[in-house]
């Protein structure tokens, strides 16, 4: 195909990988950004942590999956 995409066995890997780092950073801004500051309650700020960190493992097992699945 190209230069890009020859190095890969599937044609779903690199994104995998990418949507898979995407979840992780994502997970860290919202951490990063302090829900407890904003949310109304602790409660609902603990939930929110609680997403964040439980999205942060999702894209982590999927970028490794991902990345490590044809070895």
Request: net charge negative; charged share 10%.
């Amino acid at each position: 195909m190209n230069a890009l995409t020859d190095r890969f066995e599937e044609p779903y890997e690199p994104i995998g990988v990418a949507a898979g780092t995407f979840l992780v950073l994502a997970a860290l801004g919202t951490v990063v950004g302090a829900p407890w500051t904003t949310q109304a309650s602790v409660v609902t700020a603990g939930i929110e942590v609680v997403g964040s960190v439980l999205m942060a493992v999702l894209g982590a097992a999927l970028a490794y999956l991902s990345w490590t699945a044809n070895q």
